[in-house]
């Protein structure tokens, strides 16, 4: 089975600080993905990458950034957390063999900033 | 731009009825078209998938879908749910871009099995 690891379930910050979210895959996929979760919105995706140090910006990547030095590996960074990025954030990852390629989806990072 | 519509963000069911979950999503090119679910405090899992072929897709856990192209909808239905049904579920399309698969989702509907 593949398995997506998120470092954290649940994380409190501060406003101001920067913020690592750390994200692994065990099956050699191509893609990875972060996504935050809020209410009402479904999931929208903030950055993902097809290949390592290869990156794209989703849908809402204001304040975020990425890093993908391993292919295991991606990594999200809140540069300056602000209490509106309080939400759950999802990794996933995928196969590069096209769209129709499901995405497997960790268990997802409760971050709360105060 | 593609974008889903999820046209009930709640559904509670009676334990043994039926379900079905609305999904309507527009594009301006061919899609693929996934149902995923949610358990409380998990992530999300693939419940089914339609790529091409039969518009009648089945999934994990007795549910089915129905892609009907020309009403853009992939409802999700269950003939009896279980209380161990209660999740969140989320429509989502994915396009014909070569690279990155990305996926836009919709709102999500959550579903409350009561005994």
């Known amino acids: 089975d593949v398995k997506v690891t998120q470092s954290s379930r649940y994380l409190v910050k501060r406003t101001g600080e920067k913020v690592f979210l750390e994200c692994v895959q065990d099956m050699d996929h191509e893609n990875m993905f972060w996504y935050r979760q809020d209410p009402g919105l479904g999931l929208r995706l903030i950055y993902f990458?097809?290949?390592?140090?290869?990156?794209e910006k989703g849908d809402i990547p204001e304040g975020y950034s990425v890093s993908r030095e391993k292919k295991e590996r991606f990594s999200l960074i809140l540069e300056s957390a602000s209490t509106n990025q309080t939400s759950m954030y999802l990794c996933?990852?995928?196969f590069g063999g096209g769209p129709n390629q499901p995405q497997h989806f960790g268990d997802g990072t409760r971050l709360s900033i105060l | 731009a593609q974008s889903v519509t999820q046209l009930d963000s709640q559904v509670p069911v009676f334990e043994e009825a039926p379900v079905e979950l609305r999904c309507n999503y527009s594009?301006?090119?061919?899609?693929?078209l996934f149902w995923y679910v949610q358990y409380p405090n998990q992530g999300l899992q693939l419940l089914l998938k339609y790529l091409s072929g039969s518009t009648l897709v089945k999934g994990i856990n007795g549910f089915e879908a129905e892609f009907n192209k020309s009403q853009t909808s992939f409802h999700l239905r269950k003939p009896s749910v279980h209380i161990s049904d209660t999740a969140e579920y989320f429509c989502?399309?994915?396009?014909?871009?070569?690279?990155?698969?990305?996926?836009?989702f919709g709102g999500g509907t959550r579903v409350l099995v009561k005994p």
């Open positions: 990458s097809y290949d390592v140090k290869m990156k």
């Open positions: 996933a990852s995928s």
């Open positions: 594009s301006s090119v061919s899609v693929y």
């Open positions: 989502a399309v994915s396009g014909l871009r070569a690279a990155g698969n990305k996926l836009t």
